[in-house]
């Protein structure tokens, strides 16, 4: 459905350079989305050059680019000039920090309340610093906040000050490219899968992802289940490596490292089940991943996870690894279990789709541009 309000929307895109993060991959469905559910003008402002991701656009996207390597440079002095010359309606910047001096209608979307509530996962202090300050600056003067799901929302509430009720939620959606192979033919098993049954786990792996609960529980699995496997697939992050250092020498245990779009979604097709140990997340994409694929899913019983697939997914307390693999044990012993699993999973992640985002995010547009989010 297209939208009888038209806007000129400016989009922090500098973020976005092709290698596949999360940050990329959310800035760029939400592009794709507007493109596609709106009528919207889109001038996208990057650093170097556009993403190849929308080359399908041509004209439909106005790409303003920035010659810089350094992000602060983009978004805190270069940005707002840009926009303000651009003559947009409202800037979003829905994957870094909004610029400290930019002034007129704003969008920001916080993925997490991590900054405030879970500094220790942010790798650095410099970073918690930065993130705070700016976020909680740009909400000083009145900036519309959004978020992709009501757990995030009712998490960012009180270290914001808000009211739950200012928060917009606009819920996320598949990345493009996935929605495209969900609904093709059948994916081959990818090379980086093993023979025979496999778990799968994906993410950046760092200390929030449970990797050692994951890696307890696989001891218990495996001592049971000798042919199943464990693929963890994804970048390594920080702080992780004495886990990951004992997942290569784990018998059945299979690390990846970051796999392209297509292979990953052969590794969702295939994969017995995919297992979330998660201690915090602000949305959890891969357990939508893998309802999308019907995949059953095996998720710790935290607030993002609880709303996405409560009717769908085998749930464990975080950081119980006995939990977990009784959870995993259920899924692999019940055939009714992952049936279920397959139907209601590809049923509940149809609802996150382009069109309720491109919907959802324009009601916070207009929020930001009329000034009544504060």
Partial sequence: MRHNVVMRVGIDATAVLDEGTGVENHVLTVVDAL??????????FVRHRAPAAWAEWGDRVEIR????????????????????????????????PPPAIYRAPLLV????????????YMGSRRAV???????????????????????????????????TSAIQ???????????????????????????????LAVSRFDPRRGVTTLLDAWDILRADRPDLN??????????????????????????????????????YRHATALV???????????????????????????????????DVAEFFPPADPVALAKAVGTI???????????SAGRERASQYNARRLAECWTQAALVAISGTSS
């Fill in 169 to 199: 939620v606009v819920p996320y959606a598949l990345v493009p490219w996935f929605a495209a192979l969900i609904d093709g033919p059948d994916l081959p098993r990818p090379a980086q899968a093993p023979e025979g049954p496999y778990l």
């Fill in 230 to 267: 464990l693929v963890l697939a994804g970048k390594v992050g920080w702080n992780v490596s004495e886990a990951v250092e004992r997942a290569r020498r784990t018998p059945g245990v299979v690390l990846t490292g970051e796999v392209d779009a297509g292979d990953l979604a052969g590794l």
């Fill in 35 to 44: 493109a596609r559910g709106s009528d919207h003008e889109l001038v996208c």
């Fill in 109 to 120: 979307g916080i993925h997490d309340a991590i900054p405030w509530v879970h500094p220790e």
């Fill in 129 to 163: 610093m930065w993130f705070r300050g700016l976020y909680n600056l740009a909400v000083r003067r009145g900036a519309t906040i959004h978020t992709g799901c009501r757990a995030s929302r009712d998490a960012l509430a009180p270290v914001l000050g808000m009211a």
């Fill in 276 to 310: 979330s140990a998660s201690a915090y997340e602000g949305f959890g994409l891969p357990v939508l991943e893998a309802m999308a694929f019907g995949t059953p899913v095996a998720a710790s019983a935290i607030p993002p996870h609880l709303e996405q697939a409560a």
């Fill in 332 to 342: 692999l012993d019940d055939e009714s279990v992952r049936a279920h699993a397959e």
């Fill in 65 to 96: 680019t920035f010659d810089t390597d350094s992000q602060v440079l983009a978004t805190q002095l270069l940005l707002p000039r840009a926009a303000k010359a651009a003559g947009i309606d409202v800037l979003y910047c829905g994957g870094k």
